[in-house]
């Protein structure tokens, strides 16, 4: 009764916490975000793209309305720059579809031609609400432009109809490609909840806690990477608000990507509330090192390898080892799979190896949306290949589910800030061979030194699907960013790199972002750590580890006598004391009736 009181306490604790911050996260949304809606008087910040300086506007800097950019008859609007667009400082990062490093130019609707030549007028514009394949209309009246971070496409036209400060934009247009977005976004919303959720169900008796708390921590960081996201990086200093669109929510998931890479480090030697306000904190360090790779190095990372999988990487391992206990080395028991376990988590690989290919080109544009696609194809092909082989290599001939479960998938990781690079798909197969290769040698060599020398846990293995395979990924960046030529990408540089910059430059500003997000997640890492410390999270011992005991009140079933052993994902029991004792009895019986046979 005693304990049972004690566990009361702790986890009213946890209640209270989570209630307050979700709270403070409700006044602040209040009073700060909104609906991005380009009806509103100029929803976005002054040095953003669609904002009141910027001269593509109605009212340009100084409140002079500029002339309507005229494109030539041979380029497209979407390829040739406005004439009266001039350099303005970033205020997204260069792979959000309203960033200046996007492949549009400007972020409102070119002219809308009311000729018969197109055959499409305003009556046009209806006609292809229903979808993408109806007709070529959309393709005809607009350019590639952002308008509330979904794309949409078009032609040339003399007469300017663009929407103004207080018109609104037509529903078609707006909506001309959000089931694209929302499709990907789906995918990746998907790989959140299910894939992360499901891959850690290998812990034969942690099942419950893998699944429900990858749900909670992933539910509160979507709140509050929208409101520290807005804060840090879409601040509007006008109207005092931060807007949120499609793009929002799909950050959001990625900053949950991170945050779930860290959860795996720590897997099963932590409270709930430790891992709450762990979340709490890597979330505004993440938005922070988003804002110097994209802002201030403009450094460019389709697939967020560098921001996602380096940070949440090496910030959960930094947390890890500064919480090491001994205790961690006696609970190693119960850290282990069983069969039914390793099933349930195949389910999540599964998920997160199929869906893979949407995350690493939600957020490129143009072409690049194709070879972002096609090379993360291929190089989850091939580090599933590599996969296999180098497990059997290391094991002896037979395969190891550890493996497959998580080396399969860094292909994904390590093409992330290569995929939509002109690397060829021979490239993306090398990349993918080569991570799926390096993950497996990493469980089997590097995870026990880790543990064993440098008293680095790492439950999950996240070093060797995240943490390498993304310094792969940054210093691929690297040698690529090094060969991007105008002859090979030709009107595709200025959209995928800052214009003015040489492949030298380019390649320097790549390593300083890989860099950066290694050095920024160890020392918020180490913050984090330290304060984790402190006795006041109701941090679990050595029997709670590892074990859905104590935080879940686990069903029962009465017939058995059973009871369930913190895995209700597998179907896994654990029989009560004198029934084990039974089992043994019987166990030995039989083994006893199989040797006379």
Not at 330 to 341: P, R
Not at 360 to 370: M, Q, R, T
């Amino acid at each position: 009764m005693g304990a049972l009181r004690k566990a009361c306490v702790r986890y009213r604790m946890t209640t209270v916490v989570i209630v307050l911050i979700e709270i403070a996260i409700l006044i602040l949304f209040g009073f700060h975000m909104r609906y991005s809606d380009y009806a509103m008087p100029n929803p976005y910040p002054t040095t953003h793209p669609v904002g009141p300086a910027d001269s593509n506007n109605s009212k340009g800097p100084g409140g002079v309305t500029p002339a309507p950019p005229t494109p030539s008859e041979n380029d497209s609007f979407a390829s040739s720059p406005s004439p009266s667009l001039s350099p303005i400082p970033l205020s997204l990062p260069p792979h959000h579809p309203l960033s200046p490093q996007s492949s549009s130019p400007s972020p409102l609707p070119p002219p809308v031609s009311s000729s018969s030549d197109s055959g499409t007028a305003s009556s046009g514009v209806n006609s292809t609400a229903s979808g993408r394949t109806g007709s070529a209309a959309i393709g005809q009246l607009f350019p590639t432009t952002a308008i509330a971070g979904n794309q949409v496409a078009g032609n040339d036209s003399s007469t300017d109809s663009r929407p103004t400060e207080t018109t609104p934009v037509p529903a078609a247009v707006k909506n001309a490609k959000i089931t694209d977005n929302y499709a990907m976004f789906e995918d990746v919303h998907a790989m959140m909840f299910v894939g992360f959720g499901f891959l850690m169900t290998f812990l034969k008796r942690y099942g419950f806690s893998s699944v429900g708390f990858n749900f909670l921590l992933s539910a509160f960081v979507l709140q509050w990477s929208t409101l520290t996201g807005g804060y840090i990086l879409y601040w509007n200093k006008e109207t005092k608000k931060s807007y949120i669109d499609i793009i929002s929510l799909i950050n959001g998931d990625f900053a949950c990507a991170a945050v779930l890479i860290s959860f795996g480090v720590v897997l099963g030697k932590m409270s709930p509330l430790q891992y709450f306000i762990m979340a709490f904190i890597e979330i505004v360090a993440y938005e922070a090192n988003c804002l110097f790779v994209y802002q201030f190095l403009r450094a460019t990372d389709v697939g967020c390898s560098i921001t996602v999988h380096i940070f949440g990487a090496f910030f959960g391992l930094t947390v890890s080892w500064i919480n090491y206990r001994k205790e961690t080395k006696e609970a190693e028991e119960k850290e282990g799979s069983v069969y039914q376990s390793d099933v349930f988590s195949m389910i999540g690989t599964l998920f997160l190896w199929l869906l893979y290919p949407s995350f690493n080109a939600v957020f490129a544009v143009d072409e690049g949306k194709l070879r972002a696609i096609i090379n993360t194809y291929y190089s989850l092909t091939a580090s599933c290949i590599a996969s296999f082989a180098f497990s059997a290599l290391v094991t002896k001939d037979k395969f190891k589910m550890v493996h497959i479960q998580n080396s399969t998938l860094a292909g994904g990781v390590a093409i992330g800030t290569l995929a939509d690079y002109i690397i060829q798909p021979w490239g993306a197969i090398l990349v993918g061979g080569v991570a799926g290769s390096v993950s497996v040698l990493g469980y089997r060599f590097l995870t026990p030194f880790l543990a064993n020398y440098l008293r680095l846990h790492d439950t999950c293995g996240v070093i060797n699907l995240h943490g390498i395979p993304g310094l792969i990924s940054g210093l691929g960046s690297v040698l690529a960013g090094g060969l991007a030529t105008k002859e090979l990408y030709g009107d595709g540089l200025e959209k995928l790199f800052p214009a003015g910059r040489s492949p030298q430059q380019l390649a320097a500003y790549q390593a300083a972002a890989t860099g950066t997000s290694f050095g920024l997640a160890i020392v918020s890492g180490i913050i984090t750590g330290v304060i984790l410390r402190i006795p006041i999270w109701n941090v679990p011992t050595a029997d709670e580890m590892f074990d859905d005991d104590m935080p879940w009140d686990l069903p029962k079933d009465d017939d058995d006598d059973y009871t369930m052993n913190g895995n209700a994902t597998t179907g896994q029991f654990r029989p009560s004391t004198n029934q084990a004792y039974e089992n043994s009895l019987e166990m030995q019986a039989r083994e006893k009736k199989d040797e006379d046979y």
